[in-house]
């Protein structure tokens, strides 16, 4: 089996609540889409409605310098 | 509203090509890399300021390293050399020039030698002869074992000592001796009691790849050969030789010759790719008025001692043109000179694939002319970037991030926000009061003190235009929306009857004067004409009044606003860099928006003229002014003796431009606003709007998230029982963090935005 690759992980180990579905999100595969490019990532999602969850320090931290460099391209 | 297209993808291989001609027209406007005079006049090439820098530094030894690079011999040539980089040193002309050639002297007489040049040398594989004695040939020896070539010197003397008398009979002993230990330093081989005649010359034709003689030895085997002086180059011979007198004749002559025997060493024409060899004008600026000491330092004896030759050297103002970076913070923080930060933002244009390094630094340029103006060539930053943003532009290669929130505030003055109405009960009006998008979003109160005025003193009716000129796509480079920004304000004023335009702000009179093809007055020139309403007051204490950079070059303007604070009763004290060399304030460009780092110096950098208030003629000036603390006023706060109060965050301001129009709707035209209330309650914790402001996160998109949570009750619950809720809208998605107080009620603790688009993957 390949080796699937993420470009970053966060468990929100049990921590996080979907509050339409009253279920803790789990970790999960979501992608980023930016300027044509992809990453795939998991992230918390809510396994009932697929919420994905992206946090306060990701959005300011990975994925703005991520976005930065793409910017730049 | 209406939203912006953001660029369909980074893959994009193409590029609009810069002409090298447009680029080097601009590019060699900036001296800055021009020689400095003295350098320029020295037929050596001997780095003068470099020198002289480190001798002013006592670094004797660095001094003399940078002196024999010119000179192999230094105790030689600074005894006879004449000094032409004293003639053109720029401090004569306010007193005396650097004594340069003294403290030469003093640098070959007390720098130690270095020997680092001579450690790890490989030698060329060509071989050089040198045949003959006296100043010529030592030079010359000098010369091309500083090129590392195999070098042989053939001399009818019986040691170096006479080879070096035969040169330089004239210095003394200590000197001698020193140069003598140089010479034998070097990697010559001698063979010496040569006796070079015909035969001898032939016998090193063969065996030489390159032979050079002296002036003697030359006339005496060939009679009558002519030398070519630009390359002291004999070449139906095919000798390397020199003709005149002197030590400056003989070392000029050495470095000529030197790269004559280099070209041929290579079988290259010695006369192509020579370089400027000859001493030149220099084109480089300097501000005499740095100079100090304009007197030279006395000697205490014969030659200056090491003290002195220091003292002289530190007179030394190190011409240097850097007259655009003294004044303008943005060339200041990127360190770089305009000609050189000019090549690199066009180069940035020209990359067909890879990352756009420049891209910060074109963007965060305030387009607001200073430069063009203090630079003594006229250099234009302004043009530089301006241009290259409308070239990525047009490639689709231009990041929209840094520019997405000022391009969507203009929508939103041109949209939401817009109001254009003749004066009620007029059926035609003369004029349309134009204020600009930042005076209604910062003083909204002043904006309608100025239209109700306007209204009741000037005849033939006044209409009001609420909106933006378009000059925030202008800086943007975003030409097409530039172009459809015209043809909406075009089809307005023509529905007014293309009154004349009154503006309130000196950009938005420049933009909508180029856009109309016609004149548009300044509301200054207007209060100017009809004199100042009742109760206009200035300050009571005295103020610096800082010029708009949309004003440069608008004399009319600077004198009318002057003369206005002068009938307010405003004492003005004097700033540097005032009228058309005034700096701008950090909004122009929309540097604030995608560089508000180099944005807070620019407006540091303009609060440092002065410790007064500050009165300014355009509202986003005031509005920065303000931001860093500054007591800050525009002139029609003062006419209308309105204060707009502490400045605004991003959300004010759009509400203030609503809330205006809607108030003015009401109150003069009775047409009854869109219905903003919310029906339901939101409120932000103090660290929430701060939070917003500094991430330009509006209250709007905060309630276009709130809307969706509350028509789909999406969000997450964090462990501290906070909910996150979350919207995508336009290029972004934003999220708010926030709880519910009661029924109805939300309050919210922080918002965050991101502009990649997250979506669930399956698999």
């Known amino acids: 089996m390949a080796i699937e690759k993420n470009y970053y992980t966060i468990d929100p180990q049990g921590k996080l609540k979907c509050f339409k579905c009253g279920v803790p999100l789990i970790k999960g595969k979501a992608k980023f889409l930016y300027l044509d490019n992809g990453f795939p990532v998991e992230l918390p999602v809510c396994p009932v409605c697929g919420f994905v969850y992206v946090p306060e320090e990701l959005a300011l931290g990975k994925v703005l310098s991520v976005e930065k460099a793409l910017e730049d391209k | ?82 000094a032409p980089c004293e003639q053109k040193c720029r401090l004569a002309e306010r007193g005396d020039a650097v004594a340069i050639r003294d403290i030469e002297a003093a640098v070959s007489r007390y720098g130690k030698q270095s020997r680092l040049g001579t450690i790890f040398r490989t030698r060329k594989k060509k071989s050089v002869a040198i045949l003959g004695s006296g100043l010529f040939p030592l030079f010359l020896a000098g010369e091309i074992e ?78 009558g050969a002519a030398v070519i002086g630009e390359l002291m180059f004999c070449e139906e011979e095919k000798l390397v030789s020199c003709r005149g007198e002197g030590v400056m004749a003989a070392a000029f002559g050495a470095k000529k010759a030197a790269l004559t025997v280099d070209r041929l060493a290579q079988n290259l024409d010695p006369r192509n790719m020579r370089g400027s060899e000859d001493p030149f004008e220099s084109r480089l600026y300097t501000d005499l008025d740095e100079a100090q000491a304009l007197t030279r330092v006395p000697r205490s004896g014969a030659a200056y001692t090491e003290a002195e030759a220091a003292e002289e050297a530190k007179r030394c103002i190190q011409c240097h043109c850097e007259e655009c970076m ?38 965060a340029c305030t387009l607001c002319g200073q430069c063009t103006v203090v630079c003594p060539n006229g250099f234009d930053m302004a043009q530089v970037c301006a241009s290259a943003r409308r070239n990525m532009v047009s490639t689709d290669k231009m990041p929209l991030a840094p520019h997405e929130f000022a391009l969507m505030d203009m929508l939103f003055s041109n949209g939401d926000a817009f109001l254009s109405r003749k004066q009620p009960g007029q059926d035609a009006c003369r004029y349309v009061f134009f204020p600009g998008c930042q005076a209604s979003a910062v003083a909204p109160a002043t904006v309608k003190a ?55 702000c000196p950009t938005c009179r420049k933009e909508l004067a180029e856009l109309t093809e016609r004149e548009v007055l300044g509301i200054w020139e207007l209060l100017d004409e009809i004199g100042l309403p009742e109760g206009a007051k200035g300050l009571d204490r005295p103020a610096a009044l800082h010029d708009a950079c949309g004003a440069r070059g608008d004399a009319r303007t600077q004198e009318t606003v002057r003369r206005l604070a002068e009938k307010l009763g405003v004492t003005l004290t004097e700033t540097p860099y005032s009228g058309d060399r005034a700096p701008c304030c950090g909004y122009g460009g929309l540097t604030a928006y995608a560089n508000p780092e180099v944005a807070d110096e620019i407006t540091q950098k303009a609060l440092e003229r002065s410790d007064a208030p500050y009165v300014s003629y355009c509202m986003a000036c005031r509005d920065r002014f303000a931001r860093q603390g500054r007591e800050s006023r525009h002139l029609l706060e003062l006419v209308y003796g309105t204060d707009a109060g502490s400045p605004p965050d991003i959300s004010e301001k759009r509400w203030n431009r609503l809330t205006l129009k809607n108030e003015l709707l009401q109150e003069l035209w009775q047409e009854e606003p869109k219905e903003m209330k919310l029906n339901y309650e939101l409120r932000y914790t103090d660290e929430a709007r701060k939070l917003m402001d500094g991430r330009m996160i509006l209250t ?36 708010v963090k926030f709880s519910i107080e009661g029924e109805n009620a939300y309050l919210v603790h922080r918002a965050w935005s991101h502009r990649m688009n997250v979506v669930k993957r399956e698999g």
């Open chain 2, 1 to 82: 509203m209406s939203q912006i297209q953001e660029r369909g993808s980074t893959h994009v291989y193409k590029v609009n090509k810069i002409s090298k001609e447009e680029m080097e027209s601009m590019v060699t406007r900036c001296v800055y890399e021009e020689a400095p005079f003295c350098n320029a006049a020295c037929p050596l090439k001997l780095d003068v300021r470099a020198m002289l820098k480190a001798a002013a530094a006592g670094d004797f030894k660095k001094a003399l390293l940078l002196y024999e690079k010119a000179a192999p011999f230094p105790l030689i040539v600074s005894a006879g050399c004449e």
């Open chain 2, 146 to 223: 500083k090129k590392a070539y195999p070098l042989s010197v053939f001399c009818e003397q019986e040691d170096p000592e006479g080879f070096l008398r035969s040169a330089a009979a004239f210095l003394d002993e200590e000197a001698f001796r020193t140069e003598l230990s140089r010479l034998k330093g070097k990697d010559i081989e001698f063979a010496f009691d040569c006796r070079i005649d015909a035969a001898f010359l032939e016998e090193k034709r063969q065996a030489f790849d390159v032979v050079c003689v002296s002036e003697a030895v030359l006339d005496r085997l060939v009679p």
């Open chain 2, 326 to 363: 003294k004044s303008c913070a943005y060339l200041k923080h990127y360190k770089k000179y305009p000609g050189l930060l000019a090549k690199e933002i066009y180069n940035n244009t020209q990359i067909i694939m890879g990352d756009h390094q420049l891209n910060k630094p074109m963007n």
């Open chain 2, 450 to 504: 100025a239209y109700l005025d306007l209204c009741e003193r000037v005849d033939g009716g006044v209409a009001l235009m609420l909106g933006c000129c378009g000059a925030i796509c202008d800086w943007a480079g975003r030409y097409e929306m530039q172009e459809s920004t015209r043809e909406f304000l075009l089809s307005e004023l023509s529905k007014l009857g293309d009154p004349v335009i009154i503006a309130g």
């Open chain 2, 700 to 735: 709007d998109d905060v309630i276009a998230v709130m809307d969706a949570f509350r028509e789909t009750g999406e969000a997450i619950e964090d462990e501290d029982g906070l909910l996150v809720a979350r919207r995508r809208m336009g290029n972004a998605t934003f999220w």
